[in-house]
């Protein structure tokens, strides 16, 4: 089982940067992809990004190509997305999510692991 925990939600102004931050525990992550997903009052939950364990190949929503950035931590099983140039519209609850393959996959029945969250809002 792999465990998930999100952080560095907060309230930024139209225009402005945060980094989030997904902790990953309890498996070894060579074969994993890990992702963020987000999901706004009354919408179904949307593809961010996703980052390949091993290799590091990363993969982009067209909402926040350009603008945001997927990284990882060697050192410490850590998940990183750098978002930049927000505007009101990324408002939402930021998911991190695990999951076991060798390919990518953006619809969210296919992870199986996931954290509980954390809200990101875009206001002035």
């Known amino acids: 089982q792999v465990q998930l925990v999100e952080s560095g939600g907060g309230l930024v102004q139209p225009g402005g940067s945060l980094r989030l931050s997904c902790e990953v525990s309890g498996r070894t992550l060579d074969k994993y992809w890990v992702a963020w997903f987000r999901q706004a009052p009354g919408e179904e939950r949307e593809f961010a990004a996703a980052?390949?364990?091993?290799?590091?190949?990363?993969h982009y929503g067209d909402s926040v190509k350009g603008r945001f950035i997927i990284s990882r931590d060697n050192a410490g099983n850590t998940v990183y997305l750098q978002m930049n140039r927000l505007k009101p519209e990324d408002a939402a609850v930021y998911y991190c999510?695990?999951?076991?393959?060798?390919?990518?996959?953006?619809?969210?029945?296919?992870?199986?692991?996931w954290g509980r969250g954390t809200q990101v809002s875009v206001s002035s």
């Open positions: 980052i390949k364990w091993s290799s590091e190949d990363t």
């Open positions: 999510a695990a999951r076991q393959a060798s390919r990518l996959a953006i619809t969210p029945p296919l992870y199986g692991n």
